[in-house]
Nanobody, 124 residues
């Protein structure tokens, strides 16, 4: 039914920028869309999320002030603008969505749909 496709990953220098996209295939954009990332040998962690209602946003502390999430409902796309990149940001980034409202946007178990992931590599 709902498919999410990430794009925009690649190689960046420390201090540089990248913009990731998460597009819905075959359905409308989920009410809540989140970004998660996973580095080799590490647990998958929450990065950011955005709700349709008032476009409320949420960020993990390590990316506040550097990353910005926004959505374009008409294009069924969510973006993650990543600036001031650090080598620690290197990971596979996944977008996820849910049409159900949950109080905790950071809990990956609350998301029903997941993309395939896109690699982000930040050189030191």
């Amino acid at each position: 039914q709902v498919q999410l496709v990430e794009s925009g990953g690649g190689l960046a220098q420390a201090g540089g920028s990248l913009r990731l996209s998460c597009a819905t295939s075959g359905y409308t954009l989920p009410n809540t869309v989140g970004w998660f990332r996973q580095a080799p040998g590490k647990e998958r962690e929450f990065v950011a999320a955005i709700r349709r209602t008032r476009e409320t946003t949420f960020y993990t502390d390590s990316v506040k002030g550097r990353f910005t999430i926004h959505r374009d409902n008409a294009k069924n796309t969510v973006y993650l603008q990543m600036s001031s990149l650090k080598p620690e940001d290197t990971a596979v980034y996944y977008c996820a969505g849910t049409f159900v409202y949950y109080g905790q946007t950071s809990a990956q178990g609350n998301y029903d749909y997941w993309g395939q992931g896109t690699q982000v590599t930040v050189a030191s």
